[in-house]
């Protein structure tokens, strides 16, 4: 049964709403001293300001502890019919915060999956596809992971060459016609290296752009909106 909305308010929970609404660490620590008899109010003012200080968690980058208690939420939001808190969408908010909370902990394949689940309920959600696209740019393809490899191999070869041209060809050989090569070489090295490493940057944004439009599309013909 959905939570009946009261007009009348305990003193708690007038206390909790008397916080400055962007003042999350108030609101965290009131709801954190305070939990036994939060817990105890009725549904709706329980569920209310479980809501807010679960935002409050997502906004001070405390995702551990929001992860720990979301699921929970998103449980109840669906047991009472909660759609909307304050004029959003309740279930697709938590969905979000879900899924950046899992990114922010580098928990990528969680944070793929909450995300595309989202997305497949609310393809339009704001920043879902900035957020996905993110992701999937931190799960890279072992090829990826082999140009980063070269140009780093190249950086580190660069970096020897410097070594051994300033502590030894110039200090023993300073007229050596080898030496123009030398700094070609080095040069050479340093530039090849910052092409691979761009170049392993493009694919990355690219693979994750089109991964993802291909998924929204998907799950937009799938919803007939296309």
């Known amino acids: 049964m959905p939570i009946s909305r009261s007009t009348y308010h305990s003193s708690l929970y007038q206390a909790f709403q008397e916080i400055e609404q962007s003042d999350y660490r108030t609101?965290?620590?009131?709801?954190?001293e305070r939990r036994r008899q939060i817990v105890n109010l009725d549904e709706q003012e329980s569920f209310d300001l479980l809501v807010t200080y679960m935002r409050a968690l997502?906004?001070?980058g405390m995702y551990g502890k929001y992860l720990q208690?979301?699921?929970l939420v998103l449980e109840i939001s669906i047991a009472q019919n909660i759609q909307f808190f304050k004029g959003r969408d309740l279930f697709c908010d938590l969905l979000y915060q879900k899924a950046a909370s899992h990114y922010q902990m580098m928990e990528y394949e969680r944070a793929d999956y909450t995300a595309r689940e989202l997305i497949k309920i609310a393809p339009d959600y704001p920043n879902v596809h900035l957020l996905l696209k993110r992701?999937?740019?931190k799960s890279q393809p072992q090829f990826t992971k082999l140009i980063q490899a070269a140009a780093v191999i190249c950086f580190i070869v660069a970096a020897a060459v410097i070594v051994v041209e300033i502590f030894y060809v110039r200090?023993?050989?300073?007229?050596s016609p080898y030496l123009?090569?030398?700094?070609?070489?080095?040069?050479?090295?340093?530039?090849?290296g910052m092409l691979v490493y761009a170049l392993g940057e493009l694919f990355?944004?690219?693979r994750a752009d089109r991964k993802t439009s291909t998924f929204i599309t998907e799950v937009k013909k799938r919803k007939g909106y296309l």
């Not at 200090?171 to 007229?175: G, I, N, S």
């Not at 123009?180 to 090849?192: A, D, K």
């Open 171 to 175: 200090t023993f050989y300073a007229d």
């Open 204 to 206: 990355l944004v690219w």
């Open 135 to 137: 992701i999937i740019r």
């Open 69 to 71: 208690r979301v699921d």
């Open 58 to 60: 997502f906004e001070l």
């Open 27 to 32: 609101q965290v620590r009131f709801y954190e």
């Open 180 to 192: 123009g090569w030398i700094e070609s070489g080095r040069i050479g090295l340093l530039l090849l």
